[in-house]
């Protein structure tokens, strides 16, 4: 999310170009009030629930459009930018410069700053750099992003390394891409109650992996609850085909932290086949 402050005046614009400034009014505000040179910053919108960050509040803010919905949601569920980089400067174009020259420049602009604007942390050190990993992963943050010292921003290009934190969690297969003899991507679930609802999907299994899965996979009968077809991604996307399955074979997956509504928002991976568990050892998805 990019925030483009003129001359008093302030902007937020998404990565494809979309205006997001009526959305996020507490944003702007804070913004204007505290921004006092022209300057773009590169950064990112995020919403806290708690002590754990909201994708789903943060979804919510960015769907809807009616002027009462906006300032209801702004009370009820306010948001921050988080800064991260910084792209002008008094009508200076300083991406051409040092990562360092420009973090220098940032948290000079930021030195005033509070809530709901908000800096980046960063360390040089990798032994805290690890540390933070360990320790965000509980308020939902997927990982961290590795920049070299000396790069450059160059738009278009991403010149910089993201390093997710990922879990390995239990899931059950109930349908795949492909066919049931030639897996290509498991779709998994967990049970709520007694219903059994889509929680995620891998990405493309190896061979030999596909080929030990088919042995397990047994056709769904006419009660299975799932469409026919879900989504690429979740949410949007073109509608992918998918054979069901008996719920009945366990998976073990690697997962990050990204959750929408109780679902994994990325491709999870196969880690391996949990012969020693049945579906109702995996644990089930809070009460709605």
């Not at 001359?7 to 996020?24: C, H, I, Q």
């Not at 906006?70 to 306010?78: D, H, K, S, Y």
């Not at 030999?208 to 799932?226: C, E, S, T, V, Y």
Request: proline share 6%; aromatic share 6%; net charge positive.
């Amino acid at each position: 999310m990019g925030a483009v402050c003129r001359r008093g005046e302030v902007r937020l614009w998404s990565r494809n170009g979309n205006d997001f400034t009526a959305k996020f009014p507490d944003v702007q505000a804070a913004l204007v009030a505290q921004v006092d040179v022209d300057c773009v910053l590169d950064g990112e919108l995020v919403v806290w629930t708690g002590e754990r960050l909201d994708f789903d509040a943060l979804q919510r803010r960015m769907a809807n459009t009616a002027a009462t919905v906006r300032r209801r949601l702004a009370a009820a569920q306010p948001a921050s930018f988080v800064a991260f980089d910084i792209l002008a400067v008094d009508s200076v174009d300083v991406r051409p410069m040092r990562w360092t020259a420009r973090r220098t420049r940032l948290e000079a602009l930021a030195a005033g700053w509070t809530p709901p604007l908000q800096l980046s942390p960063v360390t040089g050190n990798v032994a805290e750099a690890k540390e933070w990993l360990e320790a965000f992963k509980a308020s939902g943050v997927e990982g961290l992003v590795v920049k070299g010292a000396s790069s450059r921003y160059l738009p278009g290009r991403r010149e910089w390394l993201k390093w997710k934190t990922r879990d390995t969690v239990e899931a059950i297969i109930g349908a795949v891409t492909g066919s049931l003899q030639h897996p290509e991507i498991l779709v998994v679930g967990r049970f709520r109650g007694k219903e059994f609802e889509v929680i995620g999907r891998t990405v493309r299994l190896k061979a030999d992996q596909a080929a030990a899965i088919a042995k397990l996979l047994k056709p769904a009968g006419a009660r299975h609850p799932w469409p026919d077809q879900i989504s690429t991604h979740w949410g949007t996307g073109s509608k992918t085909p998918i054979m069901k399955v008996q719920p009945k074979v366990v998976v073990e997956v690697a997962a990050d932290a990204a959750l929408q509504a109780g679902h994994y928002r990325h491709p999870l991976r196969l880690i391996r086949h949990r012969a020693d568990l049945g579906p109702r050892d995996v644990e089930t998805l809070s009460p709605s």
